[in-house]
């Protein structure tokens, strides 16, 4: 089984978020994810300052089997994106929830995150695929 870090939250389309505890996240794709793409080669994020809704398409993930939409776990403005992905998309492979974010987002709406699976629920989800 994928490591589940417990105090992310996730989408059912494999993003995890985690609470930064300023009114800000940051968004990454899963263990389960990477895992399943194979080896990133490239990886398209959002621009810095955009607007974002939850569950808006964010960005695009490539591997050499295929290509993958990000979606955005909530609504609010792009604070920053992982620039290091750009001229290593493997960190998302060797640490998706450690050198592998995507990006950062300061909530419009907080209690988007209350709306997100916890650990239990995304491990029954992929335990399913």
């Known amino acids: 089984m994928s490591e589940l870090p417990?105090?992310?939250?996730?989408?059912?389309?494999?993003e995890w978020v985690r609470d930064d505890g300023d009114g800000t996240v940051t968004v990454g794709i899963t263990d389960h994810a990477q895992d399943s793409l194979g080896d990133v080669v490239f990886v398209e994020?959002?621009?810095?300052?955009?607007e974002?809704?939850?569950?808006?398409?964010?960005?695009?993930?490539?591997?050499?089997?295929?290509a993958s939409d990000?979606?955005?776990?909530?609504?609010?403005?792009?604070?920053?994106?992982?620039?290091?992905?750009?001229e290593a998309p493997e960190?998302?492979?060797n640490s998706p929830y450690g050198d592998g974010w995507f990006f950062r987002?300061?909530?419009a709406e907080p209690g988007e995150?209350?709306?997100?699976?916890?650990?239990?629920?995304?491990?029954?989800?992929i335990e399913d695929e």
Do not use: C, F, Q, T
């Open 105 to 107: 987002v300061r909530m």
């Open 91 to 93: 960190n998302i492979n």
């Open 45 to 50: 994020l959002p621009e810095v300052g955009a």
């Open 52 to 66: 974002i809704n939850a569950g808006d398409e964010a960005g695009v993930v490539e591997s050499v089997k295929a």
């Open 6 to 14: 417990e105090e992310l939250r996730y989408m059912e389309s494999h």
């Open 113 to 125: 995150l209350d709306k997100l699976l916890d650990a239990r629920e995304y491990g029954a989800l």
């Open 70 to 86: 990000i979606y955005s776990p909530v609504s609010g403005e792009v604070l920053a994106i992982n620039e290091e992905l750009e």
